[in-house]
């Protein structure tokens, strides 16, 4: 078990005043910000399993203070956004790393890896004056890698999924909600000629992702006034493919897998 205190550090968005008039309109700066302070209680657990596994099972629960996410603030009798703080703030996760080698299943030199967050939090949300998740946190995350070394061709292949994923962000006047449909693979194989030299090859977002935004407008308060516009916007990505040749000077030798 581990106890430990932490303090952030504010970005330089968090001070400057930008606009966007087709989605979120004017968010005012603010320069009296303090640096976010996080309490955090962490727990670990580890288990072997079939004799070359390892699960690693993560429990962390944050006591926050001086959160910083939107607030409204008033000038001349007009309303805008701007950074502040919050109160009331949690932050729990569970995080999951399972590793196996997978000779067991008739796969040589084959690994496995799932690594997995789900994350709880709960903040107080300054507009309706009730708890919701923190802005542009994602609920959860999971990752399964797959990679193999091939002896007799000196090389290494291997493919990576990350699943889909949504965040929200909260503002006085609307909502803004990003997220991207299909899972995100990579695929990569990587030789190794002789020692000193290193060929690879990456295919990144293999099945083409979609990535959406959808804005939601009231005329004021958000929740407590009409609405006003809903906004959806839709990319269609590509995949993407690197080539990469690395050479190492002396008797270093490069051996790279992603895990």
């Known amino acids: 078990m581990r106890i430990q205190r932490k303090v952030g550090q504010l970005d330089y968005t968090n001070f400057a005043a930008p606009s966007d008039l087709l989605t979120s309109g004017v968010h005012a700066g603010n320069s009296q910000l303090r640096p976010d ?3 955090q209680y962490k727990l ?3 288990r072997q399993f079939w004799r070359s596994g390892t699960l690693r099972l993560g429990l962390l629960h944050d006591e926050m203070a001086d959160a910083i996410d939107c607030v409204p603030i008033y000038a001349k009798g007009t ?3 701007a950074s ?3 109160s009331n703030e949690r932050d729990n996760k569970i995080y999951v790393d399972a590793r196996l080698l997978l000779t067991r299943l008739d796969i040589a030199r084959g ?3 799932l690594k997995s967050a789900f ?5 107080q949300d300054p507009v309706i004056h009730q708890a919701r998740r923190i802005s542009g946190k994602h609920p959860h995350s999971i ?4 990679a193999q070394d091939i002896s007799r061709s000196q090389s290494t292949w291997g493919i990576g999924f990350d699943e889909s994923w949504d965040e929200y962000y909260y503002r006085v006047q609307s909502y803004e909600l990003w997220f991207i449909v299909l899972p995100y693979i990579q695929i990569h194989r990587q030789y190794d000629p002789v020692s000193a030299w290193s060929l690879r090859a990456e295919v990144d977002n293999a099945l083409p992702i ?3 935004e959808t804005v939601i407008t009231y005329n004021g308060l958000r929740d407590a006034s009409t609405l006003l516009q809903i906004t959806r916007l839709q990319i269609n990505s590509q995949p993407r493919l690197f080539l990469q040749i690395r050479h190492a000077f002396g008797q270093m030798r490069f051996r790279q897998i992603r895990e």
């Not at 994350?119 to 903040?123: E, G, T």
């Not at 990752?143 to 797959?146: D, T």
């Open 79 to 81: 309303m805008y956004d």
């Open 143 to 146: 990752r399964v890698a797959f």
């Open 44 to 46: 670990h657990l580890q």
């Open 111 to 113: 690994k496995l890896r």
């Open 119 to 123: 994350r709880f939090s709960s903040v």
């Open 84 to 86: 502040g703080h919050l």
């Open 210 to 212: 979609i990535f959406g």
């Open 37 to 39: 302070q996080h309490m």
